[in-house]
């Protein structure tokens, strides 16, 4: 890992669990590059915290126009998520209220709430699931009639502009390319989903569904899994994951949560993830009750890769391995 890729790293402790370690010294250049990394691993908001409690406590100066390029994105951060706020409780109201979608909101404005500055939580998108097929079709038809559709390609997933917010309508809470592993999983939500009492949050006074906790642990541990395989994992999605054990942890069933783990074939995945969580944000391991096995080489790996700047594959480290066994049973 290089000093910049060191320096944001500890930049995204301090932001979001107060941890200050020693900055490293870095010129006007490497901070621009800092910047737009933290665009690139989904957490800039998170790194402008950290670094507003290094310049508060006089730990750290930044050039003007290193200050001036972070307000611009920062600003731009803030107004997206006051937008997708806007929107989602709008939505919300025409969608349960007026339609009877009855749709789940399961990625971003909640978990921005987890956070200490929620406007500066980082979303691309609101995401909704309709757990009813026939509602999740209505809401397809729903919004092709509205400003734009970006993409219906996908059968799983519909893609729309609603008020300059960029909408999915999810069939597949998590998608995978194992059309086996997508549909055993999204059994698995289902389910939980259908015996329990649904779970509100209140936005712009509002009142919206959400997953409940242990659902919603999985989901984000299975797209930090999917991202892993397929991409690269951004940081705002591992944050969520710390986060929501910190804030809400003694909500989760985890007897039930680690039997999905098992029967998805994916309890050495999410051992990464534990890992990752005490490796490079100090978390013990009473903290992960869903962990295992903690190694702590093999952590250092992913953590050292995150930040690479190359833009190394992840197929080039040992979690290849680790992924083809836990995917094999359902390709």
């Known amino acids: 890992m290089d000093i910049i890729g060191r320096n944001i790293l500890r930049l995204i402790r301090c932001g979001a669990f107060n941890i200050m370690d020693e900055l490293e010294l870095m010129n006007n250049f490497k901070w621009q590059k800092l910047i737009r990394l933290s665009e690139v691993k989904g957490c800039p908001g998170i790194v402008y915290d950290g670094m507003k409690k290094y310049y508060d406590a006089r730990r750290l100066s930044l050039d003007d126009k290193v200050k001036a390029e972070w307000q611009e994105v920062i600003e731009k951060t803030e107004k997206r998520i006051s937008e997708m706020s806007s929107c989602i409780a709008d939505m919300s109201v025409i969608l349960s209220e007026q339609n009877h979608f009855y749709p789940i909101l399961i990625q971003g404005m909640y978990l921005s709430m987890l956070y200490l500055n929620p406007l500066h939580y980082y979303s691309d998108r609101v995401q909704w699931w309709a757990p009813l097929k026939e509602n999740a079709d209505e809401m397809d038809e729903w919004a092709k009639k509205q400003d734009k559709v970006v993409s219906d390609a996908n059968p799983n997933r519909l893609l729309y502009y609603y008020r300059n917010v960029l909408v999915e309508n999810s069939h597949a809470v998590v998608e995978f390319r194992s059309n086996k592993l997508t549909n055993t999983f999204n059994e698995i939500i289902e389910r939980e989903k259908s015996h329990l009492k649904p779970s509100f949050m209140h936005i712009n006074a509002t009142k919206v569904e959400i997953l409940p906790a242990t659902a919603l642990l999985m989901v984000l541990i299975m797209n930090n899994i999917k991202h892993f395989m397929y991409d690269e994992i951004k940081m705002q999605q591992l944050l969520d994951i710390g986060m929501l054990l910190r804030k809400h942890g003694d909500k989760v069933d985890y007897v ?45 790996n992913v953590a050292e890769h995150i930040f690479d700047m190359s833009k190394k594959s992840y197929n ?7 992924m083809k066994k836990s995917v094999k049973s359902f390709v």
């Open 256 to 300: 039930k949560l680690e039997g999905w783990l098992e029967e998805l074939n994916m309890q050495g995945m999410a051992d990464i993830i534990g890992g990752m969580l005490i490796t490079m944000f100090d978390f013990t391991q009473d903290e992960i009750p869903f962990m295992k096995r903690y190694d702590a080489k093999q952590c250092k």
């Open 316 to 322: 080039e480290f040992d979690i290849k391995d680790i």
